[in-house]
């Protein structure tokens, strides 16, 4: 805006600054005509310097046309002077990077997160530098730099060349026109650090948790059979609530485990093959009896029969057994259930489709999520860790699968699990 006042005022300045000084000189021109000829045909020399007055006054001020251009090069100036200030000043890094993955242009805090002075950044290669403790995680995205493709929020670790190395949320966003990819490198070392330490904390606490609760449930089976022949109606309900809590906080203590293994990247993995049909069969009879008792129509569809997959038993374990069990625990009795799997490719297709409850069309981006549940599934269903689809969703990403999920409140959810077929 103060640009453009500016220009406004200096261009009427300079219009009425030219027209002053052409005049003048046409009264000059006119005054000298007279003295040496009539006074008509004087009047009829300053006539035809008029036009020529005006066509030297656009020459020396501009057309409109060129009165526009000139002030919208200045405000495109103005512009490029204003986001190039806000790119150098910003506090978060930014490099822009050719086809190729080198530094062609970067910021002060850049330098800074890389540890390299600002004039040595350019040219640099960044994507050599990039790490993670997920292998697949991390071809991703090196994948989609090279592809061109952008990229929001992912968290990899990236060597200094001090040979520190930081923990980064990384954005990729590509310039078609230049060719270019503008990648911004949001430091979260020290939340990293922090969620390290909770996770540590957790694991510690749920391992010192696991021993006494044991115990309990042991002393329960034992009271049980001590009071077998003697037991009244009343206390074998107490029994009952004791065990139902004691499963319950095992349970929960179980994957509060799993979370901090899975979050600290001490949950190793031990590939070995299963052959699918007779390993999902195991898993159906886990929950044999809440199925009969609700009377659920279970379909199951294993092909191609004997199919062999190599994984981690204990993963597999964890996302089929999580999956199958919040189907049986969110279907109404008579509603039905699908367990099956196929061969896609070169990748496994695990499907675990109901007609139960659903989940609402608002809640399913946060199904995944650390101790979310559905605000049906909390009416249906009291008990509930909200952890299980989280563990599951970590589960599937260790084995470099993917997971996603089809839902209508009231109509049923499947969810479908792809794994790679490792030979």
């Not at 219009?15 to 000829?37: D, R």
């Not at 006539?47 to 405000?75: E, K």
């Not at 309900?237 to 901090?260: C, E, G, P, Q, W």
Request: hydrophobic residues 45%; charged residues 15%; contains cysteine.
């Amino acid at each position: 805006m103060v640009v453009s006042l500016a220009y406004t005022f200096w261009r009427a300045l300079r219009v009425t600054l030219v027209i002053a000084t052409l005049s003048c000189l046409a009264l000059a021109v006119w005054w000298l005509s007279g003295l040496f000829l009539q006074p008509i045909a004087a009047t009829y020399v300053l006539l035809a310097c008029v036009p020529l007055l005006c066509l030297l006054t656009i020459v020396f001020t501009g057309s409109s046309a060129q009165a526009s251009a000139a002030w919208q090069t200045t405000q495109t100036l103005a512009t490029h002077s204003l986001y190039a200030s806000l790119y150098d000043l910003s506090p978060i890094p930014y490099l822009t990077l050719d086809a190729r993955g080198q530094i062609v242009t970067c910021n002060l805090a850049a330098a800074r997160l890389l540890d390299l002075p600002l004039a040595e950044m350019k040219g640099q290669d960044i994507i050599s530098r990039l790490y993670s403790d997920d292998e697949t995680k991390l071809s991703l995205v090196l994948g989609k730099i090279r592809a061109g493709t952008s990229i929001f929020d992912s968290e990899v670790q990236i060597e200094s060349f001090k040979g520190d190395k930081k923990w980064v949320s990384l954005s990729l966003f590509v310039n078609q026109t230049y060719d270019q990819q503008l990648v911004a490198l949001v430091d979260i070392s020290h939340q990293k650090l922090v969620d390290k330490a909770k996770s540590e904390f957790v694991s510690l606490a749920t391992h010192q948790l696991r021993t006494p609760v044991a115990a309990l449930r042991w002393n329960v089976e034992l009271l049980e059979r001590t009071l077998r022949s003697t037991v009244s109606d009343k206390q074998q309900i107490y029994l009952i609530k004791i065990n139902r809590n004691v499963t319950r906080m095992l349970a929960l203590i179980n994957d509060f485990l799993s979370v901090s293994k899975l979050e600290t990247g001490t949950f190793a993995t031990t590939p070995e093959t299963l052959v699918l049909d007779d390993y999902l069969a195991t898993i159906v009879d886990e929950y044999q009896q809440d199925i009969i008792e609700k009377q659920i129509a279970l379909t199951t569809s294993f092909k191609p029969a004997g199919l062999a997959l190599t994984t981690d038993h204990r993963l597999f374990h964890i996302i089929t057994s999580n999956l199958l069990s919040n189907a049986v625990k969110y279907v109404r009795p008579s509603d039905t259930i699908t367990f099956s799997y196929a061969l896609v490719g070169r990748e496994v297709e695990i499907i675990v489709a109901d007609t139960g409850i659903g989940i609402p069309a608002l809640q399913q981006a946060q199904l995944f999520t650390k101790f979310f549940r559905a605000s049906n599934a909390t009416i249906h269903r009291a008990e509930g860790t909200g952890l299980g689809l989280y563990i599951v969703k970590e589960s599937v990403a260790k084995l470099g699968g993917t997971i996603a999920v089809v839902s209508e409140e009231n109509k049923g959810t499947a969810f479908t699990v792809r794994l790679p077929l490792q030979t």
